[in-house]
């Protein structure tokens, strides 16, 4: 792991309606940095913010106020096609639907992206062959995603996450519609990324067991971070207690 931040977000503020009389403020004051190579995780109650964070670090949403750097580019001065060309080449996204092409087969899924990035049709299949191998779907990729499992489904979508070689990973909830083993083997991919390939990983999860795999938890609480813990000094019975105490409605987190 290297000490640069790949992230580097300072007095970080979104609001929704803003001016309007039900203005929303919806994160609050955030400063994070993320080094490369760092595996994360973000944990919270619903509702708490991680979802709009992870939109901003993958600019697929614009902070209201402060600065975001993403591998030092001020992300403020990019006009929308920049930061979908920049978002295309440097970050992978995972998503707990999985977010594929329907009728469309698993290869395809996995090409699109390297289609956007205007690799030929050879090198796109090529690549695309290798990412499928990679997560263990060689047996299956001439299959649309209506007849995939689950499992299955989120194996397609993280090699089509990588398709574009990105440093990032930002993963929302990949194993929410897992059951435990499924899960199990999406995490364990994670874990090869981040190690083998040397991936910066950012995931939400409203998984203590999961989080505490990651080399770093935060933990957002209303719009704000409240905790960043080293997983050397993070104790999961403690995180466990923290989020039922954050969480009182608790059920909503036991989801996975
Ligand atoms: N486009 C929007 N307009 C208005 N409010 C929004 C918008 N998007 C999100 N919110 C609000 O922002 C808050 C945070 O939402 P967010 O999706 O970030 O939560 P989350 O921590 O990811 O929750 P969950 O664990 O349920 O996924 C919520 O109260 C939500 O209603
Ligand atoms: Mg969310």
Redesign the pocket.
């Known amino acids: 792991m290297n000490n640069i931040p790949v992230i580097h977000m300072s007095s970080v503020t979104?609001k929704?309606?803003i001016g309007e009389p039900n203005e929303?403020q919806?994160l609050f004051d955030i400063a994070l940095d993320i080094n490369e190579g760092e595996f994360v995780s973000i944990v919270?109650?619903?509702?708490?913010?991680?979802?709009?964070?992870?939109?901003i670090i993958g600019l697929l949403d614009r902070p209201t106020d402060g600065s975001y750097m993403l591998n030092g580019t001020d992300t403020k001065v990019l006009d929308d096609i920049q930061l979908s060309r920049i978002r295309n080449k440097e970050i992978g996204f995972v998503f707990q639907n999985f977010n594929l092409i329907p009728k469309i087969t698993a290869l395809k899924n996995v090409e699109l992206p390297l289609l956007y990035a205007g690799v030929s049709q050879k090198k796109r299949t090529e690549r695309a062959m290798e990412l499928i191998e990679l997560v263990g779907m060689g047996d299956r990729y001439t299959h649309d995603p209506s007849q995939l499992s689950g499992g299955q489904k989120q194996r397609v979508a993280i090699a089509r996450a990588m398709a574009n070689n990105p440093s990032i990973i930002l993963a929302?909830?990949p194993t929410g519609a897992l059951d435990t083993k499924t899960g199990r083997m999406v995490m364990d991919l994670f874990h090869r990324l981040h190690k083998e390939e040397g991936k910066t990983i950012v995931l939400?999860t409203?998984s203590p067991e999961l989080a505490s795999e990651t080399d770093r938890m935060i933990t957002?609480s209303d719009?704000r971070i409240i905790a960043d813990a080293d997983r050397t000094s993070y104790n999961a019975d403690e995180a466990v207690a923290e989020q039922e105490v954050s969480a009182p409605e608790g059920k909503?987190?036991e989801g996975e």
């Open positions: 979104k929704y309606y929303l919806i919270g109650a619903s509702g708490s913010g991680k979802s709009t964070l992870m939109n929302d909830e939400i409203h957002i719009g909503e987190a």
